[in-house]
């Protein structure tokens, strides 16, 4: 608990302070805090990596909910997906994960010039760039969730977690997860009552519903 409180108050000081910052290595700072938190309190050895954007880093209680399963929770706030790829060895690869949860692209769909084709072509070279460096180890995708503060978006969101969905399908050990179609209400709507006050981030209830889908295709390791 205590290790986690310091990891969360390291990473809330630079994640929000780089939210309106367009360079590419605008996390930096982040990745220098990860390294050195890493240094105090040695990560589990290949463990289910959680890697994204914000509902992944404000998860605060991720890593207890999934604990059978020795995971390990960096999400980087306001990442989008080119930012996860630039990072993919400090975030990725550099834990040697036995399997790689990922949420990404919610954050490229408030841009204009972004379209869901956009978004597949950026998540296509992130799980490419995954599968050269870690050939063997299997992909769990989360599908975009509607945001109610993103409603003008989804559209495109839609767009592309069905392009998305469509080509993971083609790829063997990738698994595309579902969350979007139960966070809508039957008329299409973001559903508010999962959402916290800022209708971005996710609360206690909007998780159950991840938890729900996203476990039955975790990889418990062995040796617990």
Known sequence: MKKRS?????IIIWSFSHL???DITRYENDIQTIRQYDKIYAPPKN????VGSSSFRLWDDLERTFADYAVLNRGIGGSVINE???YINDLIVAYHPRQIVLYVGENDLPDEKTTGDSVLN?????????RE????????????????SREKYIAKMLLANRLIRDYIATQNDM????VCSLMLTPDGKPRPELFREDRLHMNKLGYSIWIKKIKPYLKKNKEI
């Open 6 to 10: 310091i990891f969360l108050v390291f």
């Open 20 to 22: 309106v910052a367009q």
């Open 47 to 50: 463990p289910v990596l959680f």
């Open 84 to 86: 996860i790829t630039y």
């Open 122 to 130: 950026r998540t296509v070279r992130l799980l490419t760039h995954i």
């Open 133 to 148: 460096k870690l050939p063997n180890v299997p992909i769990v995708y989360i599908s975009i969730k509607p945001s109610p």
């Open 175 to 178: 698994h595309f997860v579902d």
